[in-house]
């Protein structure tokens, strides 16, 4: 198996930098379109394990990345706890139901996972089966504070007016709201590993929204509480973890207090720095923008080998954008920025 995305997670040496791309199974592919088409709806797609298992395999099949990431949707928890999630195009995610009051919260739900989001782990075990060990396996899920941004707002948001005026006007509903989240993604990882994944990955979109006393304390406590969770369980106590906070990079020391593996990094911090204040401690994986790869082919090798070489030499870097691939981009790119990766890095 290429297990260099593994290794680099453990900061071990690798024969050359490992690279995979979040979003990397999405509109950007022609292959990607005509499954969605097929599907009738995103919704469908993600809940449809043969289809979420053909996207996840599409990018792997087309280019040397060194990991594939499961087809789904962090919204798919808030869909299983009964908040109704429609996606339309040009309008984004939509709750029939959103989160306001006290009461809202108390009237969620409990969650079983395998009843709810089965359909994710029998995509995981289709893609186990499909790979058969040529690179490993991704399982994830949104950061119970990202969750509640949606399910507090309803949906999308620019202002974050009502989520935020809950976590200043009625703290203990919100600190509620977040325990529900997580032990509801504490199973749902748990069961992804069972299934066959073989990392793990939180995905804190929002997390840089907040200040640092909100993010330590609404942010980063909750993910904090899962990595503990996961870590002092032997089924999922060696399974990497990564934590990415998108706009987090004043928080690196205390994010790598948590616990985790390694910490994603948008591009607004340099590697090399980040790599100082973190240490040894946790694998950095990031960051190029994704912008870059809307440039020239010269331009892509250009800023990827400045990304290589801004991390140095030495164990614990996995290659990634620093936020998800944009749908306009040409595969042809793609493929330049892998093949660059691996061959500037070859040791």
């Given amino acids: 198996m290429n297990d260099r995305y593994l290794k680099a997670l453990r900061r071990e040496p690798v024969d050359c930098t490992p690279i995979w791309i979040m979003r990397q199974a999405g ?13 009738g709806s995103f919704l469908s797609l993600c809940k449809t394990p043969e289809l979420a298992a053909e996207v996840t395999l599409q990018p792997i099949m087309r280019f040397d990345l060194d990991a594939a990431i499961i087809f789904s949707d962090i919204l798919t928890i808030p869909d299983a706890m009964g908040l109704g999630l429609s996606v339309k195009d040009g309008v984004g995610p939509r709750f029939e139901r959103s989160l306001r009051t006290r009461g809202d919260i108390d009237r969620l739900p409990d969650v079983d996972v395998l009843e709810k989001l089965g359909y994710v782990m029998s995509a995981v075990r289709m893609v186990r089966r499909e790979l058969s060990g040529k690179v ?4 994830f899920s949104g950061s119970p504070w990202t969750l509640a941004t949606y399910m507090v707002e309803g949906g999308s948001s620019k202002e974050f007016r009502y989520v935020k005026s809950m976590m200043h006007d009625s703290p203990h509903t919100m600190l509620l709201l977040l325990d529900k989240i997580t032990r509801v993604v504490v199973d749902y990882l748990k069961e992804q590993v069972r299934a066959g994944a073989q990392s793990l990955m939180l995905f804190d979109t929002w997390g840089g929204i907040l200040s640092t006393t909100d993010y330590v304390e609404y942010s980063l406590e909750s993910m904090s509480k899962i990595v503990s969770a996961l870590k002092s ?5 060696v399974i990497p973890i990564t934590l990415f906070t998108k706009g ?32 040894h401690r946790v694998s950095l994986q990031g960051n190029m923008d ?16 400045r990304v290589l070489s801004d991390f140095g030499p030495g164990e614990g870097h996995v290659f990634n954008l620093g936020h998800g691939i944009h749908p306009g981009i040409d595969p042809a790119h793609v493929r330049v920025l892998v093949d660059t990766v691996h061959k500037a890095s070859a040791r």
């Fill in 248 to 279: 987090g990079a004043s928080w690196l020391e205390a994010i790598a207090d948590t616990g985790c593996d390694a910490i994603g990094l948008d591009w607004t911090i340099p590697l090399q720095s980040a790599r100082q204040r973190v240490g």
């Fill in 136 to 139: 490993p396996l991704i399982g």
């Fill in 27 to 39: 509109r950007y592919l022609p292959e990607y379109r005509a499954s969605r088409e097929r599907a």
């Fill in 233 to 237: 369980d032997p089924e999922t106590g």
């Fill in 290 to 305: 994704p912008t870059v790869l809307y440039a020239s082919e010269e331009k892509i090798r250009a800023e990827a080998t």
